[in-house]
């Protein structure tokens, strides 16, 4: 199991205050590292810092809005001040805006770009420069089924921008990889957190709706990005980077797609 071993590395995790942010981070620890967890949400990540402490690993916890690149900047400085040293970046954290594409608006298409694209971007920028320098490092980058399907319901600026992390990550692993860097994507399908959850209450149809396309029979857990995340972020992985990976119960296998409503009922 030493491939698997994370003692001594240092990881930094955006979106880190729930979900699979959180589940990444809480892996990484699990299996030895340290980690700088990132997020809007302070007191979430207060509550991820302390899981990670009771698991005998530092964690340093950095409350920014990771779409202000000036607060990205000073994340780093922190990262650099602190550690001195990254080994593993997961880019988790995402934000994007909903809306019938003929009445969106433009605001709000720059806004998912920013989001989804630049900061995700640049936090890559950040971290690679530093790997490159030390001739190691691996790159997560959370995509979506969005990716590469397209989902419907008011989701054309999130799946342009899911669209650009898979290009993003096969350009950056491209250029990088000669230089120690991995870069690989995993793209879940529909995993539960508070806001599908809630989106799930309000229209009881909608889970079945998902399940149609998940032969597994079941929606993701955040839990379920735990092992994936310690592969790639480890010497598990030596030979493995810009791959796509799917983690979605086999939708993408069966073509299942985001599973959209009828016709009649096609606006969000
Ligand atoms: N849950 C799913 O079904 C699913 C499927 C495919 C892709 N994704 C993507 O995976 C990522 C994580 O999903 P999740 O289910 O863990 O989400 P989540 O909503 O449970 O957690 C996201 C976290 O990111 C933080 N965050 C978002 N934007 C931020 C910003 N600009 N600055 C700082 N923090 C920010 C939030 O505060 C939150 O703690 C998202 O990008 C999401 O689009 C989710």
Not at 79 to 108: H, M
Not at 167 to 184: C, D, F, H, K, Y
Request: charged share 15%; with cysteine.
């Amino acid at each position: 199991m030493n491939l698997f071993d994370m003692t001594g590395r240092v990881g930094v995790v955006t979106g880190a205050a729930q979900g699979m942010g959180k589940a990444m981070a809480t892996a990484w620890a699990e299996a030895g590292a340290d980690v700088v967890i990132v997020d809007r949400n302070a007191g979430g990540l207060a509550a991820t810092a302390a899981d990670i402490a009771a698991l005998g690993r530092r964690a340093l916890p950095f409350t920014c809005d990771l779409a202000d690149l000036a607060q990205v900047d000073r994340l780093w400085a922190t990262v650099d001040a602190e550690f001195g040293r990254v080994d593993c970046l997961g880019n988790v954290a995402g934000d994007a805006k909903a809306g019938p594409p003929e009445t969106a608006t433009i605001e709000d298409l720059q806004f998912t770009l920013q989001c989804l694209v630049v900061s995700k971007f640049f936090m890559c920028q950040h971290a690679g420069k530093r790997m490159l320098a030390r001739g190691r490092g691996s790159i997560i980058n959370i995509g979506s089924l969005a990716s590469v399907s397209a989902l419907g319901r008011g989701h054309a600026f999130y799946s342009m921008g899911m669209g650009a992390v898979v290009q993003m990550t096969r350009e950056l692993s491209t250029e990088w990889a000669s230089g120690g860097v991995r870069v690989n994507a995993i793209l879940p399908a529909q995993v539960v957190n508070p806001g599908l959850q809630a989106r799930m209450d309000a229209d009881p149809a909608l889970r079945d709706r998902f399940l149609m396309g998940i032969p597994a029979g079941r929606l993701g857990h955040p839990s379920d990005i735990k092992g994936l995340s310690i592969f790639l972020a480890s010497d598990a992985s030596p030979w493995i980077t810009g791959a796509i990976i799917p983690m979605d119960g086999g939708n993408l296998a069966m073509n299942g797609g985001g599973s959209v409503r009828p016709p009649q009922l096609a606006r969000v």
